[in-house]
Each structure stands twice: as C-alpha cells, then as structure tokens.
C-alpha cells in the first residue's frame, strides 16, 4: 500500500491500518488507486500488469530522489512464507512496501534499468511522513524478492546501493521448499517435467549459469530463477555469501518451521531486529499454500540424504539446529 493510499484509507472506518489491523476485502471500488490494483494479483492480467506499472514508473521518475529507498529487504528464499511475512509487515503503521509490485526484483533481473527506476516503486518521503503522523513512528520502506538470495551477484548489488540495509531470509524444511518450489513453477508455467525429472535435468540446467550472470550484469537465466530447485535449498552457502556482504547483525533468520505455529512470537523477533516499535498485531494467515500429492518416498529419502551435510553446516551457522531436524 503506497502513502498516498495509507492517506486516503486513514479517515475511513474500514482502515487498512489502524488499532485492529483489518485489512479491506479486495473488490473493485472508485477510491482505489491504480498503484492499488498493481499489487493485487487477482486484478489484472500480466501484460496489462506490466504495460501500467512501466507507465507508472516513467511517471514517478521525476520524484524518485523525493522517494524512500528501503531500509529492509526479505531476501528470501522462495517459497519459504516471504509473501505472508511481507502481507504482515506492510500492515504496521510505520513500513510501506513497494508500490507497483511487492517483489520488485531490481537487484537480481532488472538492475539495468538503474537506481531512480528503483526508487520509483517506493512512497514520498513526505507523504510517508504524512500518513504517520501522530503515530509516534518513524516511516521506513521495503520489498520482498526471494530470488535476492539466491542470485550469484544480488548480495553484492544491494551492499553496494543500500549500505545501511537489514536483511530478512526465511527457511524451510528444503525437501518440502523444493516440491513447493516445482509446484510454484508448473502453476505459473515455467515448467512442463515431472517433479522428478525436473530433478534430474536440474544439474544440466543450471551448469555453468551462476558463473555467466556473475560475468556478465546482463545476462539473463531462464533455468536459474525457475528451475532451481535442490540448490536453492542449499541454505548454508547463500547465508555465507550474505554474511560476507553483510555481517551477521544486519541478518535475521526466521525458521517458517517456528513462524506459522507460532507467529506472534516470531513477529516480535523481526519486529526488535528492524527496531520498530510493536503497534498490535497483525491477521497472520498463510499465503500462496498450493494443495500437492504426497512426494514419492523414494525422492524424499534421497533428498533428504542429499541435504543432510548442508543441514549439519547449517545448524553450525545458526548455533541452533533447523525445525525440521527437530521433527526428524
């Protein structure tokens, strides 16, 4: 939700912000701006999508140093609870997430077209000070693109731009990140195997492509975004990566394992990370679950034997072990 629309939204009884934190049903209404539809996926179709949200960024251009660069990102990893932690950030009083779409993707796909573009998704300054005014907060802007973590030259992108920027990667179990990952793809239709012959042609696919987008900033890899779906859960090494850029202080890892059981407590943690204060909760409902047949056995044993070292490396880094190594 933009300022603008925070704004507009505040002086009405069905808030989207506000003590109760009740989000409006979508529906098609007059007082619904644009930026609005924008983010709502059941809206417009693709094409129409993206035709408005390039006009609206070329429209935005001339007010993009007037605008509020992030000062935390949710990095990732896909399919792991992004977009539900995202939808419940954005619901605090003080955060505005991105305004023409929720995952902007300018550090892994479009970093070509430049940093006013990127601002260019992201509220006035003075209309976000505007909507919080009398709330007692500070307004702070974010997006959410889980490909950040896993894109070979994201990390750096982003120390580069944002030096100040705090991170957030959510985790899950990675057997069940990768059938979801594959199930995520073959909805959306960039996959046509079988989950477990996408399994096998992924390590063909992805043979040398990290090391062609670190070589070349424009270079662009089908297989790598859609069909990576064992070496996304490869947590450990992409947190090294991010530590490298980062430090651990400005990291956050939430176990989606520990935040859909228990959100509030999880929500507490993020929210002492990014140094806001706690103005009530938030509806926490889980998003964008696709219902799948169960996994053959035989694939999930040989997965699960597959990421047994990256586990154990991981539980390291993390000085605790993973959730779903406490269930096993």
């Not at 209309?127 to 070979?152: I, K, L, Q, W």
């Not at 731009?161 to 069940?176: H, K």
């Not at 990291?251 to 509030?264: I, K, M, Q, T």
Request: aromatic share 10%; with cysteine; proline share 8%.
């Amino acid at each position: 939700m933009s300022a603008a629309d925070k704004t507009a939204t505040s002086a009405r009884p069905d808030a989207g912000k506000g003590a109760a934190y009740r989000r409006p049903v979508p529906a098609l209404r007059p007082d619904r701006t644009l930026s609005g539809y924008m983010r709502d996926p059941k809206s417009l179709n693709p094409a129409l999508k993206q035709a408005a949200r390039l006009t609206l960024v070329a429209a935005r251009l001339p007010t993009s140093r007037a605008r509020i660069l992030p000062s935390f990102l949710i990095v990732g990893a896909q399919r792991c609870g992004t977009t539900s932690l995202s939808r419940q950030l954005d619901e605090h009083p003080a955060v505005f997430g991105s305004v023409l779409h929720e995952e902007v993707h300018f550090f892994d796909v479009s970093y070509r077209r430049g940093l006013s573009w990127y601002r260019c998704h992201f509220p006035l300054l003075a209309a976000a000070r505007r909507a919080t005014r009398g709330a007692d907060v500070t307004p702070v802007s974010f997006e959410s693109s889980p490909y950040y973590m896993f894109h070979p030259v994201a990390p750096e992108r982003i120390a580069r731009d944002l030096p100040e920027v705090r991170l957030l990667v959510l985790l899950r179990d990675p057997v069940e990140r990768a059938y979801s990952g594959h199930a995520h793809e073959v909805a959306h239709g960039f996959e046509t195997e079988s989950f477990e012959a996408a399994l096998e042609l992924e390590p063909a696919r992805l043979a040398g492509q990290a090391e062609r987008i670190a070589a070349n900033p424009d270079y662009f890899s089908y297989s790598h975004q859609h069909h990576s779906y064992i070496a996304r859960g490869q947590y450990v090494d992409q947190l090294q990566r991010l530590e490298r850029h980062f430090g651990r202080d400005r990291l956050h890892v939430v176990d989606s394992g520990d935040f859909f059981p228990d959100p509030e407590a999880v929500y507490d943690g993020v929210l002492a990370f990014l140094g806001l204060p706690n103005r009530g909760y938030p509806a926490f409902k889980r998003r964008n679950a696709r219902p799948r047949s169960p996994m053959p056995d035989s694939v999930r044993k040989a997965l699960e034997e597959h990421y047994r070292p990256y586990d154990e490396r991981l539980a390291a880094w993390l000085g605790t072990e993973p959730s779903w190594r406490r269930q096993s």
